[in-house]
Every structure is written in structure tokens, then in C-alpha cells.
């Protein structure tokens, strides 16, 4: 998310060269997530800009045929009876698709 789609890619395709038949995780926010106002929130304390984001892991297959995806995840599928605890669950739902988790291996 700190880094350009550009650099993404070179940065990706560095760890397939130089670490061949490896696995790698890593998160993600979507590209709505970009669009959210984050005055009020811990990132307005910093100079970090959010660049990137990704809607569907999947795409990064068609970076390089050695990409696969395993396996993601989104934040908030884990701990679902914490945010109903808190009653935050339907809070949750509008940022639920915002960030994600995923689990790759290079072929």
C-alpha cells in the first residue's frame, strides 16, 4: 500500500529471481481503500501515502506465470465473534473488503 504498483512488481519479481520455489505473505488494501479520508486516523501522523492497492490477488498471476495464489484472507474474517461481542460487527461489514491478506508461492 506504501509502494507504487511499479515497484510492487520489480519488488516481486527480485524475490522470484533470487528465491525461486519460495512462498511469500503479504497484506494488501483494496483500491477503494485508497479513496478513504485518514485524517483522524494513526496514518495522518506520518508522511505515509497509501499508492496501491489491489482488488483481486489473482491479478498478480498475470505478473508472472511463476506467481500463484494460494491462499487470502481478509482482516476481519478472523475474530468475527470479537467485533459481534463489541458490536461492532456490522460496523465492520463497510471496511470488511478493505484490506486482505495473501499467501503466494513461486512455481
Not at 488494501?29 to 501515502?49: C, E, F, G, P, R
Not at 498478480?60 to 463489541?86: A, C, G, V
Request: charged share 25%; hydrophobic share 40%.
Amino acid at each position: 500500500m506504501y509502494l507504487d504498483e511499479q515497484k510492487m512488481h520489480t519488488i516481486l519479481i527480485t524475490l522470484k529471481n533470487n528465491f525461486p520455489h519460495s512462498e511469500f505473505i503479504f497484506d494488501a488494501i483494496s483500491t477503494s481503500a485508497l479513496t478513504v479520508d485518514y485524517s483522524q486516523s494513526a496514518v495522518s501522523k506520518t508522511n505515509a501515502k497509501f499508492t496501491w492497492g489491489i482488488d483481486c490477488f489473482k491479478e498478480l498471476e498475470t505478473w508472472d506465470s511463476s506467481i500463484k495464489l494460494i491462499n487470502e484472507w481478509l482482516y476481519f474474517d478472523m475474530y468475527i465473534d470479537r467485533w459481534k461481542s463489541l458490536n461492532l460487527d456490522q460496523e465492520i461489514l463497510r471496511f470488511k473488503t478493505m484490506g486482505k491478506i495473501g499467501y503466494f508461492q513461486f512455481s
